[in-house]
T-cell receptor
Framework: NAGVTQTPKFQVLKTGQSMTLQCAQD?????MSWYRQDPGMGLRLIHY???????DQGEVPNGYNVSRSTTEDFPLRLLSAAPSQTSVYFC?????????????FGNGTRLTVT | GNSVTQMEGPVTLSEEAFLTINCTYT??????LFWYVQYPGEGLQLLLK?????DKGSNKGFEATYRKETTSFHLEKGSVQVSDSAVYFC???????????FGTGTSLTVIP
């Protein structure tokens, strides 16, 4: 009964380094998404996917890349980290973005860029 | 555009007090409405939802009614407990859409 699994839980990067935040779900959900959570800003959508091989940009996509090669996995890549990317990142999935299906969230990755 | 506005926090209440967290929305169309809760150190969890006007969602003593005429979905609980301390998010989505829209969250602390 894993649900949505995110790794790592914590990460510290130096400016300019790259890394990948992993996200996997075992619920056979079509829809997966990445959010960042910043104080006073709520959750902002970075990228989303409505199925394997399909991705699209959300509200704040700059500096991030995604891919969806399988239904289960939706990694988020930071190619050259910047201090402005210090945040808590959440992966979320749903049976479908529409059709009134709620999102299921992972426990988050807290990223600090120095 | 589509957006969700929540009351500013933080909110501090004594145990057994009545809770209201206001949420209003702007939407082009007929959205579904959700309340999510985030406990410290965890991801968000669905608390309740409503999919059409006048629907009432309820769970764990919390309730919210979809009011189309006032574009609101206020969260209420008659008697809060210390264990209800968390951040609460109002959100909307559309039956044919690809995005969820979240409010900024309201932090609730319940003191014994």
């Amino acid at each position: 009964n894993a649900g949505v699994t995110q790794t790592p839980k914590f990460q510290v990067l130096k400016t300019g380094q790259s890394m990948t935040l992993q996200c996997a779900q075992d619920m056979n959900h079509e829809y997966m998404s990445w959010y960042r959570q910043d104080p006073g800003m709520g959750l902002r959508l970075i990228h989303y996917s409505v199925g394997a091989g399909i991705t699209d940009q959300g509200e704040v996509p700059n500096g991030y890349n995604v891919s969806r090669s399988t239904t289960e996995d939706f990694p988020l890549r930071l190619l050259s980290a910047a201090p402005s990317q210090t945040s808590v990142y959440f992966c979320a999935s749903s049976y479908s973005a529409g059709r009134n299906s709620p999102l299921h969230f992972g426990n988050g990755t807290r990223l600090t860029v120095t | 555009g589509n957006s969700v506005t929540q009351m500013e926090g933080p909110v501090t209440l004594s145990e057994e007090a009545f809770l209201t967290i206001n949420c209003t929305y702007t939407a082009t169309g007929y959205p579904s409405l959700f309340w999510y809760v985030q406990y410290p150190g965890e991801g968000l969890q669905l608390l309740l939802k409503a999919t059409k006007a006048d629907d009432k969602g309820s769970n764990k003593g919390f309730e919210a009614t979809y009011r189309k005429e006032t574009t609101s979905f206020h969260l209420e609980k008659g008697s809060v407990q210390v264990s209800d301390s968390a951040v609460y998010f109002c959100a909307l989505s559309f039956p044919t859409g690809n995005q969820f829209y979240f409010g900024t969250g309201t932090s609730l602390t319940v003191i014994p």
